[in-house]
């Protein structure tokens, strides 16, 4: 599994062409291993908050705590030319941040993802494609923005216009909005139990 330089874009496997789906698939594990590192640096702060809530965001500072209100701000990045260069020194530079845990955060140029789904991979009809001059289909459409998603919140980082190109965030690991999932464990949570005899 490579990001590849010019297309900006993920290919699963050796000689492999350059997939949209991939933004999800390959790109969803960067914040799910941040988490881990983070959890495994403190691996005391697990389960004590809530139990409905999954594991891996008990008390963790990578990312924000679903049943609160996210207090993170997305950085409109512009096209323009005189930002190109800050815009992939500060993307270069991210590989080196840190989580406030003092954890290294394992980070993939994000810009040039956002670059890859909205100008290669939008098709003109609407919806995502695997790759041009393929149509598009669910499948590509659900896992391009959700792989979006994951590119613009992993640092906060939106390529063009914010009110235009900007994708809700998700949750990594089951790749639905944040707040779907903790109304989902909020009603499981609240069935009856079953108890075996």
């Known amino acids: ?19 949209t789906c991939y933004s999800f698939w390959v790109g969803g594990l960067f914040p799910l291993i941040n988490i881990a590192s983070s959890l495994q640096k403190n691996p005391n702060e697990t389960g004590k908050e809530n139990d409905s809530i999954p594991f891996y965001w008990q008390n963790s500072k990578t990312l924000t ?4 209100e ?4 997305i950085t409109d990045i512009s096209d323009e030319s005189n930002n190109k260069d800050k815009n992939e020194e500060k993307n270069a530079d991210s590989s080196n941040t ?6 290294p955060l394992v980070k993939f140029h994000t810009l040039q993802l956002q670059k890859y789904v909205l100008i290669c991979a939008q098709h003109s009809s609407g919806g995502i494609v695997d790759k041009p001059p393929k149509s598009p289909d669910y499948y590509h ?7 979006l998603s994951i590119a613009q919140h992993l640092d906060n980082q939106v390529l063009g216009d914010n009110r235009r190109n900007h994708v809700n965030e998700i949750d990594p690991l089951y790749g639905i909005s944040k707040q779907k999932l903790t109304d989902a464990i ?7 139990r ?4």
């Open 65 to 68: 705590n679903p049943t609160k």
């Open 1 to 19: 599994m490579c990001q590849m330089s010019y297309a900006g874009g993920f290919q699963g496997r050796t000689h492999k062409l350059v997939d």
């Open 186 to 192: 909020a009603y499981f949570h609240a069935l009856p």
């Open 70 to 73: 996210s207090n993170n701000t």
């Open 194 to 197: 079953i108890t075996e005899k």
């Open 141 to 147: 459409t659900c896992y391009g923005l959700s792989g």
């Open 98 to 103: 840190k989580t406030a845990d003092n954890v």
